[in-house]
């Protein structure tokens, strides 16, 4: 059984950079499938990230590719994402999931980020 | 990007009904639409792959189709446990997009 599991701070200073890892079980991130993030805010639902493949191949949504960067380790079986010089507008429930042909069949169940001094 | 607009934005029904929603891209998406069930605290759920293949282990009421731009899902009977939020995503280009969400909720 699958699972994935976001862990990361809960409140991010403004300027500051939003980091957050994804715990998988279940699985090896060194197999055949992507690995993405995804966020949901009321203001704009939900909004995909982007992905990683274990080779450390990457391909971001151009809406944040300026400020998001995303990692693996292998040795832990955990996915990373970090965003840079967030704003209010970044807080949000971030998800990880498991990408299948990019369609995203395994989720974890979202941590709460927020944006705020 | 393609975007991704569903209807209505939220269906009140009641057990037993069929129910429909719709979703609409911008473009062209070539049946590379998934469905997703969402309830709230809970990881999303994913219901449907290439407009119409239902993911295994979702009940057979829950159907979908569409080509081009415009997708429905389907259930045919609605249980007490169907009642959340839907949401459609397409994945025929980069980057990946998702409709708003249509609450299903009860009458």
Not at chain 1, 7 to 31: E, K
Not at chain 2, 34 to 50: D, I, N, R, S, T
Not at chain 2, 79 to 100: E, H, I, L, R
């Amino acid at each position: 059984q699958v699972q994935l599991q976001e862990s990361g701070p809960v409140l991010v200073r403004p300027s500051g950079t939003l980091s957050l890892t994804c715990a998988v079980s279940g699985d090896s991130i060194s197999g055949s499938n992507w690995w993405s993030w995804v966020r949901q805010t009321p203001g704009k639902g939900l909004e995909w990230i982007g992905e990683i493949f274990h080779t450390g191949g990457t391909t971001y949504n151009p809406s944040l590719r300026s400020r998001v960067a995303m990692s693996l380790d292998k040795s832990k079986n955990q996915i990373s994402v970090s965003l840079n010089s967030v704003t209010a507008a970044d807080t949000a429930l971030y998800y990880c999931a498991r990408q299948s042909g990019g369609t995203m069949d395994h989720w974890g169940q979202g941590t709460l980020v927020t944006v705020s001094s | 990007d393609i975007q991704m607009s569903q209807s209505p934005s939220t269906l009140s029904a009641t057990v037993g009904d069929r129910v429909t929603i719709t979703c609409r891209a911008s473009q062209s998406i070539s049946g590379w639409l998934a469905w997703y069930q969402h309830k709230p605290g809970k990881a999303p759920k994913l219901l449907m792959f290439k407009a119409s293949v239902l993911e295994s282990g979702v009940p057979s009421r829950f159907s979908g189709s569409g080509s081009g731009r415009e997708y429905t899902l389907t259930i045919s009977t609605l249980q007490p446990d169907d009642f959340a939020t839907y949401y459609c995503q397409q994945y025929n280009s980069y980057p990946y997009t998702f409709g708003q969400g249509t609450k299903l909720e009860v009458k």
